[in-house]
């Protein structure tokens, strides 16, 4: 299927493909890798009438350490962050989850603020954002602000983000001593979107967990912290018992919605059946098990 008509406009510079939104109006839409955005436009699930292109603006594909964060600029390819040798340093988790993120032809054109920017409730790197607490830059004709990957998502595929706004970068804070991070999923087939995941980033001292942050993708109609979880390790000596109540209480709190479950309707179009929020919230349980015993090894921890 062809894509539904629209023009086209090269950003020049961040400010200026700002402008060209506030311009054009609500029917421009950003493109940047298009991994998301062409499919739907060939699908007929978005029609915009403009297309402003971030992938010609020069110097916006930054991958750099700032002080204790990390920032990624907005045409970052996936593969830029997979490949980097700072990032597997610097913020581990985020190394991990964008490994799992499709396949390499498409990691070579996706960018990873594209994905979260995208805000789908299955995907990767929106679920490590919210369990790194990353910090979003937002630019428009009107200035810069700043938003973090809490209040960024409220919906699939929705989020704070106006129409005449661009995710200019994205700030990741940097892993401190004593930190062991974990990105664990599991998908029909590699390279699918995960059926559910999680992400974990947890700081050990003294022999005990002193700061712990999970997030779940699968499980809602966004990525959601699971802080029931984190409140079971918080402070505690992790043992085998402890990781188990933990994972058992990461969907307290989280139920299909009233009007359907949205999480299921979104995972991508595939020939398996869309496996129910059930069999899903059971999965994500057995990920935030494995990921916060991965973590806790890799922070030195107890276990
Ligand atoms: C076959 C296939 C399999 C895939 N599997 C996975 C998977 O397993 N896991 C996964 O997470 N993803 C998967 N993807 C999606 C892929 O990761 C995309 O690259 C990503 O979701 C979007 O990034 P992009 O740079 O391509 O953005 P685009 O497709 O260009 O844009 C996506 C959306 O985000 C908006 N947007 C993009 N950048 C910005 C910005 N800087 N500011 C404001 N709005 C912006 C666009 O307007 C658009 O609405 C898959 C894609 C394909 C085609």
Redesign the pocket.
């Known amino acids: 299927m062809k894509p539904p008509p629209f023009s086209y406009h090269r950003g020049r510079s961040p400010e200026h493909a700002a402008g060209l939104l506030r311009e054009l109006g609500p029917r421009a839409?950003?493109?940047?890798?298009?991994?998301?955005?062409?499919?739907?436009l060939n699908l007929r699930l978005?029609e915009?009438a403009h297309?402003v292109d971030?992938g010609p603006i020069p110097d916006l594909g930054f991958v750099r350490r700032e002080r204790d964060r990390l920032v990624v600029g907005?045409?970052a390819?996936?593969s830029a962050v997979e490949h980097s040798a700072d990032v597997r340093a610097l913020v581990p988790l985020l190394a991990e989850a964008v490994e799992?993120?499709?396949?390499p032809p498409?990691?070579h054109?996706?960018?990873?603020?594209?994905?979260?920017?995208?805000?789908?409730a299955?995907?990767?790197?929106?679920c490590a954002a919210l369990a790194l607490d990353a910090r979003l830059t937002?630019l428009s004709a009107d200035g810069v602000r700043t938003v973090d990957a809490e209040e960024f998502f409220t919906g699939p595929?929705s989020t704070v983000?106006r129409s005449d706004?661009?995710?200019?970068q994205v700030e990741f804070p940097v892993a401190g001593p004593g930190t062991g991070q974990a990105w664990s999923e599991f998908?029909l087939r590699r390279?699918?979107?995960?059926v559910a995941g999680a992400a974990v980033s947890l700081t050990v001292a003294d022999g005990r967990i002193v700061d712990v942050s999970i997030a779940v993708c699968g499980v809602a109609d966004r990525p959601v912290r699971a802080r029931a979880a984190e409140q079971v390790l918080r402070g505690a000596v992790a043992d085998e018992e402890t990781v188990e109540r933990a994972a058992a209480a990461t969907t307290s709190g989280l139920a299909p919605r009233a009007h359907g479950d949205l999480a299921a309707h979104i995972l991508?179009v595939s020939a398996a059946p869309v496996p129910g929020w059930a069999y899903r919230a059971s999965v994500a349980r057995a990920q935030v098990r494995r990921a916060v015993t991965t973590a806790l090894t890799r922070a030195g921890g107890t276990r």
């Open positions: 839409r950003v493109l940047a890798g298009g991994q998301s955005l062409l499919p739907m978005a915009p297309l971030l907005a045409t390819r996936q799992h993120v499709a396949h498409i990691r054109r996706g960018t990873v603020v594209g994905s979260i920017a995208h805000a789908s299955v995907a990767e790197l929106p937002l595929f983000a706004e661009i995710v200019a998908s390279g699918n979107f995960p991508p």
